[in-house]
Structures are given as structure tokens and as C-alpha cells.
């Protein structure tokens, strides 16, 4: 089951369909794609590649069970990504705990954000490891009493200086 590639949107059609609204969507792309009908044009190869898609997405949608659990591992996906952001903020910013260890920020809620120092290391070793180009690292921190979260961003190179 592909999580990075929504089943529904490759067979054009929306979770809320019923599974003869599914399998129409799917006999009309592998009718439009199948390489039987695409010989050898010069469309065939991404014509291919459609139809093994959509082949693939109505494997695991055309069974109740299989699409069950697909729909449970994409809302599961869909709450991670969609945490309510209260503000970003800069380690700089946030005070040092020396009893818990960790950087500390306080929540409007009364409670608090923290993040330890092996978590900044941890985050700031894997974005230098993926090359990856921005000159800040992040991490998203939730607040320990409520709902909210912070993302807490500090410069890759100042960082790391900071821990050498």
C-alpha cells in the first residue's frame, strides 16, 4: 500500500465513493491505458505506468478489508501532518531546564514545550547527513498539557558550532 501516493486520487476518486463508483473509475483508466490499446506510441511508457498505478490503487480499494486499513493508515498519516501550529520559535529563544534537560518554552495553555539536546543533535546530524540546503533546522514540539505545537527552528550552522 503506497503511502506516498493517494489511492483515491490516482483513480480520481474520493473516499466517500461507494466500491461500483470505484470500479468504474478504474475500468475507465484501464481502458484509456492499457498497453494492449497504447501499442507502441511514444505515450506507452507513462501510459504504462497509469495503468499499474491505478491496477495497483484498485487492488487495495476493491477489498473492504485491504481498504479499510488503507483508509485507516491515511487519516492516521493525514493527524500527523495536520498538528494546530501556535507559533514558531527560536532555540535561542526558549530557556535551558537544567533539571529536565531540555530547552523549555511556555505554552498559553499554562503548560509547556520541550525539546532535548539530543533531539536538536539528532535533527541537526540527519539534515546535515541529507545534504539537505536550508540553513535552519526544525522540529515540530507539542505542548504537554494541550493541543497546540511549536516548531522550534534554529540555524544548522550556528548549532552546530554550539555542539562542538
Known sequence: MSAEKDLYA?????????????RQRY???ALQYHPD?????????????KFLEADAAWRVLSDQNTRREYDLQRRAQELKQDWPVDSTVCLEDMTWDEDECVYAYGCRCGGGFGISEEEVEEETQRRQQEEEQEAEGGVMVCCDTCSLSVCVTWSLHRKTQMLK
Open 37 to 49: 490499446r497504447l501499442g507502441g506510441s511514444s505515450e506507452a511508457d507513462s501510459g504504462v505506468k
Open 10 to 22: 490516482v483513480l480520481g476518486a474520493s473516499p466517500s465513493d461507494s466500491v461500483q463508483r470505484l
Open 27 to 29: 475500468q475507465q483508466l
